[in-house]
Structure formats: structure tokens, C-alpha cells
């Protein structure tokens, strides 16, 4: 045996080393790397967190360094799939450059060997700047460089064999076969790995921690939210939104899984004292549930990212009560548990009437994983980004100058109060009517101030009141309808809405970038 393998190099000379891998094959042993790379790395971030996985990582860094015109275009044209997007076309983007990678190298495994390398270290770097993983974490973009590196190496040395000698067919078709063979090994394979790693991951997940807690029954119930609140009949939202309709948005590729028992919220900074809440400190507490509509700043007129909510928790007045805010106190830098942090002004965080709140559940059930399981912020009449951190694990009392959150670091407004707004819910974009008189109905908000009227006008015609519904509080939409009449003919119909300081919408139309959209929603109707 050993004096066949000895003599095996005599017989059939050695490859000459200049041999060059055919295009397809190099590529193929590129994306092979990567698969098994990126399912190693998966595999290793199941037991860690699966923000580990460099994949993912990448993914985060991504759209921390988005640019905000980019991002917002992302969030108002994909909605809720921003993500997949990302994911998708991420994988893309690796795709091609790890075939890249295999087609460099198709005479020396080095160069494609050095861009995988580079790639791992991306990778690495990625997860090492993640402020809610520690450095164990870097075993999870460590093995995937390693493995990369040493499948691509490993395939290196089988394919040139594979490839190089295109007269010994029979032989070559058959090591052919062993190679392609053993490149859907690699792939299957690596789908197993990475599989693995998912469901390691999400059999740590916070779902058994969420239904350990049970229904949750405040104290003092949101008062009940009368028969005629909405207009659903007619096309508008039902007044409380279904906990999986409520609206999502935020930066987290994963959803954060944090068990009761492993979450506390430190109160701390310009305070007289420091506290640490536990989840059963603020569970156990009377609880209070108040009826709050939160709106996103990227909701665009006409747009959908507002939802409403019984958000039940405790007054967040009463925490910064318990610390003591110190004089001079400008906002709470409130950080969640994968690092994303937001500024709350004081002044409205500690406003009885606003009513602030530590909320830990939505609708009498926990909060939702995606919204902010265990524990999150709702400060009515603020945009999300400024008051509603999620996850919160921690909030310092703090000057505006010490500290800047996310988003302003990234241009939008440091004082974000929610604009005065209304729109069609009944008909949307372009819709065909009976000519006649047709029912029109929509929602309006202007939170923490109130509604005061909804108008709608067709084309240049005179403004026309509606009928606004029960108002259920001055943190929450109102509904609103009216019929109008429209000729035969194409017309546009708008609507706007005054609040209760007097304000009317403009017509001025702005994007969402630095501090929300205006301008006023219209449909086009077609009447025949
Ligand atoms: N941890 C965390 N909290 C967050 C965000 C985020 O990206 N991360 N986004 C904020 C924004 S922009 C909004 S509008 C609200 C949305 O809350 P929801 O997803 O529960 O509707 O959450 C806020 N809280
Ligand atoms: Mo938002």
C-alpha cells in the first residue's frame, strides 16, 4: 500500500504549479467557504446569543451605519420587511464577493484565501463592537473565519486535480463527480450546521420566560373604550390594535430575547439615589393600564406605523420620584439590552398628565418579544424614537450635552413631538365610486393635545366637517367620517385635522427627516 502511494507521483507527474481552476469551479469553491463559514459561525452564536453569528452582526453594523435617508426609505418602502430585505440582499452582496474571492484564487489559493480572511475580520469586528455581547462572542466569527479559511483551502487542493487534466477523462469524470459530490456535502452540510445553530438559539429564547408570566391585571384598568370609539364599519381601525397588527419598528435584526429572571433596569445617574429594578419589583407593584396611540416618525402621510394600545406598567413619574431627579436633569438616556439607546426629556417623562409609564404588558398579556419583552418605555404624544425604548435595561438621568442617542446621532430631531395628523382609512390611493354621494372615513391624532375637528374637501370645493367619534382620551386617534358628493369625473378628495390648541394641519408637504412628515393625505376618486 504505502509503495503504491509512494510511487503514485512517480507515475503521474505532479501538477505543474501554475495550473489555473477553471472559472466555474473556483467560484464554486469561493461560496462553499462561505457557506460553511457563515453556518459555523451560526452554529457557534446558538450557544452564545444569536447576535454572534457574523451574519447577523454584519447585518446590525449595517444598519447602524446606514445613512437616515437610506434607512427611512427602507422602513416606509418595505414596511416590516426592511429586514429581509437587508438579509437578503446582504447575502448577495457575500455571494458574490466570496465567488469573487474563488475566482482570484483560481492559480494560488492566496488571494481568495487573504478577501475570506478580511471577510472573517469584518465579521469579528462587527460582533466586537455589539454592546450587548462579551467576548466569548468572538468564538462564534472566529470559527467561521477558521472554518472558511480551511474548507476554501481544503477544496483548493481537490479541485485543481478535478479540473486540470481534461484528456484523462475517465478519471477526471469521476474525481468530478467526487468533487461536485462533495461540494453538496459542504452546502447540505452547512444548512445543517447553521439550522442547528437557529434552533439552539431559539430554544434559549424568551418564550417560556414570557408565558411563565401569565396575564397580567393592573390596579387600575384604562377605562373601558366605548362601542362607538371606532368606525370599523365603515373602514376604519378597530380602536385597540390586535397585539401581532400593532405596528413594529426598530433596528434589531433578531428580536432580543431576555428572560424575567435575567432582566433588571438600573435608574441612575443625577439622582439621589440608584436603584435596581428586578422584573417581580415592577410586576409586583400596582399596576396601571392607559390607553396610548404611538406613532413612528418615518410614518409618512397616509402611513400606518401608529397603533393603539392598553399599555399596562407603572408611572415612570413615580420611579424618577423614588431616585430623586436632581436639578438641571434634562433627559433620560434610556439604553435597551442590544445597545440602542433613545433621549427622553425629563420634563415630559415626569408629567403626571402625560402619564409616562414602564410599561411591561400590552392588551392584559406581556408585552410581545417584538415589542419589547420584558419591559419597555411608552411616553404618550412623542415619537417612538425619542420615548419608547424597548428592552430597556437601563435609563441615566442626564444632560442633553453629556449624552446623544441613536438617532440623533444620526440626524433626526433631538425634540420629537408627535405632528397633528388625519388620514383615509375607508379608500386609499386611487378608488372608483358610484358618482353620488359615497362614505368617507378615516383616523386623525394629535396626542397629548387632542382633536378637535376633521375636514375633508373635494378637489377646490369648500371644507366640510365630519363626524369624529367618542373620544376615549387625549392620548389617543379619533375616528372621523363623512359622506361626500362627487360628480361624474376624476377628484381628489383631502382631509385634514385641527387640534385642540387650534392647530391645523398644513398643506406644506415634508418628508419624515428630522422630526415627521406634514402635509395632507388625499385619494383620487373616480366617479362613473
Ligand atoms: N430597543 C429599541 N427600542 C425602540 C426602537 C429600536 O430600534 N430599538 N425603535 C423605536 C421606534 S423608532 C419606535 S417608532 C417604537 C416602535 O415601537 P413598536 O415596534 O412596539 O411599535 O419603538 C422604539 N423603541
Ligand atoms: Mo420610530
Given at each position: 500500500?504505502?509503495?503504491?502511494?509512494?510511487?503514485?507521483?512517480?507515475?503521474?507527474?505532479?501538477?505543474?504549479?501554475?495550473?489555473?481552476?477553471?472559472?466555474?469551479?473556483?467560484?464554486?469553491?469561493?461560496?462553499?467557504?462561505?457557506?460553511?463559514?457563515?453556518?459555523?459561525?451560526?452554529?457557534?452564536?446558538?450557544?452564545?446569543?444569536?447576535?454572534?453569528?457574523?451574519?447577523?452582526?454584519?447585518?446590525?453594523?449595517?444598519?447602524?451605519?446606514?445613512?437616515?435617508?437610506?434607512?427611512?426609505?427602507?422602513?416606509?418602502?418595505?414596511?416590516?420587511?426592511?429586514?429581509?430585505?437587508?438579509?437578503?440582499?446582504?447575502?448577495?452582496?457575500?455571494?458574490?464577493?466570496?465567488?469573487?474571492?474563488?475566482?482570484?484564487?483560481?492559480?494560488?489559493?492566496?488571494?481568495?484565501?487573504?478577501?475570506?480572511?478580511?471577510?472573517?475580520?469584518?465579521?469579528?469586528?462587527?460582533?466586537?463592537?455589539?454592546?450587548?455581547?462579551?467576548?466569548?462572542?468572538?468564538?462564534?466569527?472566529?470559527?467561521?473565519?477558521?472554518?472558511?479559511?480551511?474548507?476554501?483551502?481544503?477544496?483548493?487542493?481537490?479541485?485543481?486535480?478535478?479540473?486540470?487534466?481534461?484528456?484523462?477523462?475517465?478519471?477526471?469524470?469521476?474525481?468530478?463527480?467526487?468533487?461536485?459530490?462533495?461540494?453538496?456535502?459542504?452546502?447540505?452540510?452547512?444548512?445543517?450546521?447553521?439550522?442547528?445553530?437557529?434552533?439552539?438559539?431559539?430554544?434559549?429564547?424568551?418564550?417560556?420566560?414570557?408565558?411563565?408570566?401569565?396575564?397580567?391585571?393592573?390596579?387600575?384598568?384604562?377605562?373601558?373604550?366605548?362601542?362607538?370609539?371606532?368606525?370599523?364599519?365603515?373602514?376604519?381601525?378597530?380602536?385597540?390594535?390586535?397585539?401581532?397588527?400593532?405596528?413594529?419598528?426598530?433596528?434589531?435584526?433578531?428580536?432580543?430575547?431576555?428572560?424575567?429572571?435575567?432582566?433588571?433596569?438600573?435608574?441612575?445617574?443625577?439622582?439621589?439615589?440608584?436603584?435596581?429594578?428586578?422584573?417581580?419589583?415592577?410586576?409586583?407593584?400596582?399596576?396601571?393600564?392607559?390607553?396610548?396611540?404611538?406613532?413612528?416618525?418615518?410614518?409618512?402621510?397616509?402611513?400606518?406605523?401608529?397603533?393603539?394600545?392598553?399599555?399596562?406598567?407603572?408611572?415612570?413619574?413615580?420611579?424618577?420620584?423614588?431616585?430623586?431627579?436632581?436639578?438641571?436633569?434634562?433627559?433620560?438616556?434610556?439604553?435597551s439590552v442590544d445597545g440602542w439607546t433613545s433621549g427622553t426629556p425629563v420634563a415630559a417623562a415626569q408629567d403626571?398628565?402625560?402619564?409616562?409609564?414602564?410599561?411591561?404588558?400590552?392588551?392584559?398579556e406581556p408585552l410581545p418579544l417584538e415589542h419589547g419583552f420584558p419591559a419597555r418605555l411608552v411616553t404618550p404624544?412623542?415619537?417612538?424614537?425619542?420615548?419608547?425604548?424597548?428592552?430597556?435595561?437601563?435609563?441615566?438621568?442626564?444632560?442633553?450635552?453629556?449624552?446623544?442617542?441613536?438617532?440623533?446621532?444620526?440626524?433626526?430631531?433631538?425634540?420629537?413631538?408627535?405632528?397633528?395628523?388625519?388620514?383615509?382609512?375607508?379608500?386609499?390611493?386611487?378608488?372608483?365610486?358610484?358618482?353620488?354621494?359615497?362614505?368617507?372615513?378615516?383616523?386623525?391624532?394629535?396626542?397629548?393635545?387632542?382633536?378637535?375637528?376633521?375636514?375633508?374637501?373635494?378637489?377646490?370645493?369648500?371644507?366640510?366637517?365630519?363626524?369624529?367619534?367618542?373620544?376615549?382620551?387625549?392620548?389617543?386617534?379619533?375616528?372621523?367620517?363623512?359622506?361626500?358628493?362627487?360628480?361624474?369625473?376624476?377628484?381628489?378628495?383631502?382631509?385634514?385635522?385641527?387640534?385642540?390648541?387650534?392647530?391645523?394641519?398644513?398643506?406644506?408637504?415634508?418628508?419624515?427627516?428630522?422630526?415627521?412628515?406634514?402635509?395632507?393625505?388625499?385619494?383620487?376618486?373616480?366617479?362613473?
Open positions: 500500500m504505502a509503495a503504491t502511494k509512494l510511487s503514485a507521483p512517480l507515475d503521474n507527474p505532479a501538477p505543474p504549479q501554475r495550473t489555473r481552476l477553471r472559472f466555474f469551479a473556483a467560484a464554486f469553491t469561493g461560496i462553499l467557504a462561505l457557506a460553511a463559514a457563515l453556518a459555523a459561525g451560526h452554529l457557534v452564536a446558538g450557544f452564545i446569543s444569536i447576535n454572534a453569528s457574523p451574519y447577523l452582526a454584519v447585518g446590525n453594523g449595517a444598519i447602524d451605519l446606514t445613512p437616515i435617508e437610506l434607512k427611512d426609505f427602507a422602513v416606509r418602502t418595505f414596511g416590516t420587511y426592511d429586514k429581509l430585505v437587508l438579509l437578503g440582499s446582504m447575502a448577495v452582496v457575500m455571494v458574490g464577493v466570496a465567488a469573487l474571492a474563488g475566482v482570484l484564487s483560481r492559480r494560488s489559493p492566496v488571494p481568495g484565501t487573504a478577501l475570506i480572511a478580511v471577510f472573517g475580520l469584518v465579521g469579528a469586528f462587527a460582533v466586537y463592537q455589539r454592546p450587548d455581547l462579551t467576548a466569548v462572542a468572538l468564538l462564534a466569527p472566529i470559527a467561521s473565519l477558521l472554518v472558511g479559511v480551511a474548507v476554501f483551502l481544503l477544496l483548493h487542493r481537490i479541485a485543481p486535480r478535478v479540473w486540470r487534466d481534461p484528456e484523462s477523462d475517465e478519471k477526471t469524470g469521476t474525481s468530478r463527480r467526487r468533487f461536485l459530490i462533495g461540494g453538496a456535502g459542504v452546502v447540505v452540510g452547512a444548512g445543517a450546521v447553521g439550522l442547528g445553530g437557529q434552533l439552539i438559539s431559539s430554544s434559549r429564547d424568551a418564550t417560556a420566560s414570557r408565558e411563565a408570566v401569565g396575564k397580567l391585571i393592573p390596579a387600575r384598568t384604562a377605562p373601558m373604550i366605548p362601542a362607538d370609539a371606532d368606525f370599523s364599519k365603515l373602514g376604519t381601525p378597530p380602536f385597540l390594535t390586535p397585539n401581532d397588527k400593532f405596528y413594529r419598528v426598530d433596528t434589531a435584526l433578531s428580536v432580543p430575547q431576555v428572560r424575567t429572571e435575567d432582566w433588571s433596569l438600573r435608574l441612575h445617574g443625577m439622582v439621589d439615589r440608584e436603584i435596581r429594578f428586578s422584573y417581580n419589583d415592577i410586576r409586583n407593584r400596582p399596576l396601571v393600564e392607559r390607553t396610548v396611540t404611538m406613532t413612528c416618525v418615518s410614518n409618512e402621510v397616509g402611513g400606518d406605523y401608529v397603533s393603539t394600545s392598553n399599555f399596562i406598567g407603572v408611572d415612570l413619574a413615580d420611579l424618577l420620584a423614588e431616585a430623586g431627579v436632581k436639578p438641571g436633569a434634562e433627559q433620560l438616556f434610556c439604553t403626571r398628565a402625560r402619564g409616562a409609564m414602564l410599561a411591561i404588558g400590552m392588551n392584559g404624544g412623542l415619537f417612538g424614537y425619542v420615548s419608547a425604548t424597548k428592552w430597556v435595561v437601563d435609563i441615566e438621568v442626564t444632560t442633553w450635552a453629556a449624552r446623544q442617542a441613536y438617532w440623533l446621532k444620526r440626524g433626526w430631531s433631538r425634540e420629537a413631538p408627535i405632528k397633528t395628523e388625519s388620514r383615509f382609512d375607508s379608500h386609499r390611493g386611487f378608488a372608483s365610486v358610484p358618482k353620488g354621494k359615497t362614505r368617507v372615513a378615516g383616523v386623525a391624532w394629535a396626542q397629548h393635545t387632542g382633536i378637535e375637528k376633521v375636514e375633508v374637501r373635494v378637489d377646490q370645493g369648500p371644507w366640510q366637517t365630519t363626524t369624529l367619534s367618542q373620544e376615549v382620551n387625549l392620548n389617543t386617534w379619533r375616528m372621523w367620517w363623512t359622506e361626500v358628493d362627487l360628480p361624474a369625473g376624476v377628484h381628489q378628495v383631502f382631509c385634514r385635522a385641527t387640534d385642540k390648541s387650534g392647530y391645523t394641519q398644513t398643506d406644506m408637504r415634508a418628508g419624515t427627516v428630522p422630526d415627521g412628515a406634514t402635509g395632507w393625505h388625499n385619494v383620487t376618486f373616480t366617479a362613473a
